[in-house]
């Protein structure tokens, strides 16, 4: 495993714009339409493929045709420079991909979203009010709250404990605490574990994030998307999206209507604060349903 990271890590991909007037790093010769996409379809895992084929070439940086977008793979840390740091501006957008659209429900977050006017309204949002250390204080009691509730479930089991199931849990239950101002959207188990609900809901976060940024072939080739899920790639993310939203939208969709039927008066979680964003001219919400159920969503990728 060790070993796999670092050979991992050398290696930097960057997607080279169709149609550059520039040339290419050399790199293997690509198929028509599908370019090299049967090659590293056969070779896995694929950054074993890259870096061999770099060795074999002599190369520190490497073109592959990947449907109708130009890979480059960098070995050099003196290149890597260019695009890390003289070129970052150009490069440093994240990538329009399937399961990026899908799980921002259309880019409206933060972490998934390119370069642009809303990735800096919704950077400004998590970084004034969701992450500041105000807010950290803020949410300390409900963090520490759900830490004894750990404890004590570890305890009531009284033997053997899956350790990756409970911290699995504990993450899941704590941003639930933070977010929804409750750790569980079902009764529970009678030991302090998670119900049905928890578990479908925690399944759900870990298969998109399995699947986030992961190979999928409609992304190099466009019309296979509307044509057929060639690789179930978006079945799954869907599938495990309904998973999580099915539990979490119906519970926004309350509490925006407590706020504005006036049943709610005070501030009491991160729901309660992004509702009550409010714009510039301080008469209308900074932020719609839809984007703060996205954000929701992505923000169950982070850890307490």
């Not at 950054?47 to 002599?58: A, L, N, Q, S, V």
């Not at 992450?131 to 830490?147: D, F, I, Q, V």
């Not at 309660?272 to 932020?287: A, H, N, Q, R, Y």
Request: glycine fraction near 8%.
């Amino acid at each position: 495993m060790l070993n796999s990271s670092s050979l991992a890590s050398r290696i930097f991909f960057v997607f080279w714009k169709k149609g550059s007037p520039h040339a290419l790093p050399p790199g293997p010769k690509p198929w028509p339409i599908v370019g090299n996409l049967p090659e590293l379809l056969r070779n896995k895992p694929t950054f074993r493929w890259i870096h061999k084929m770099m060795e074999d070439m002599g190369a520190e940086i490497l073109c592959i045709r990947l449907g109708n977008v130009h890979v480059i793979s960098v070995t050099s840390p003196e290149i890597a420079v260019e695009f890390l740091k003289k070129h970052d501006a150009v490069f440093s957008s994240r990538p329009i991909c399937l399961s990026a659209e899908l799980t921002s429900n259309g880019y409206l977050t933060t972490a998934l979203t390119p370069l642009g006017e809303h990735w800096k309204k919704m950077r400004r949002v998590l970084a004034t009010y969701v992450l500041s250390p105000m807010r950290h204080r803020w949410l300390a009691g409900k963090r520490a709250e759900e830490a004894d509730h750990l404890v004590r479930y570890v305890f009531n089991q009284g033997g053997l404990v899956n350790v990756r199931e409970a911290a699995q849990h504990y993450c899941g239950n704590v941003i639930r605490k933070m977010i929804f101002g409750k750790r569980f959207f079902g009764a529970g188990r009678e030991d302090g574990g998670p119900g049905v609900e928890e578990q479908e809901h925690v399944s759900g976060i870990f298969t998109i994030l399995g699947y986030l940024y992961s190979f999928c072939v409609s992304d190099y080739v466009p019309f296979l998307r509307w044509r057929m899920d060639l690789d179930g790639h978006e079945r799954i993310m869907r599938r495990a999206i309904q998973s999580v939203t099915k539990y979490q939208n119906p519970k926004i969709d309350e509490r925006i209507r407590q706020w504005n039927e006036g049943t709610r008066k005070e501030q009491e979680d991160l729901l309660d604060v992004l509702i009550m964003l409010k714009d510039k001219d301080g008469s209308s919400p900074l932020l719609s349903p839809d984007e703060i159920k996205a954000q929701i969503v992505v923000s169950f990728f982070l850890t307490p």
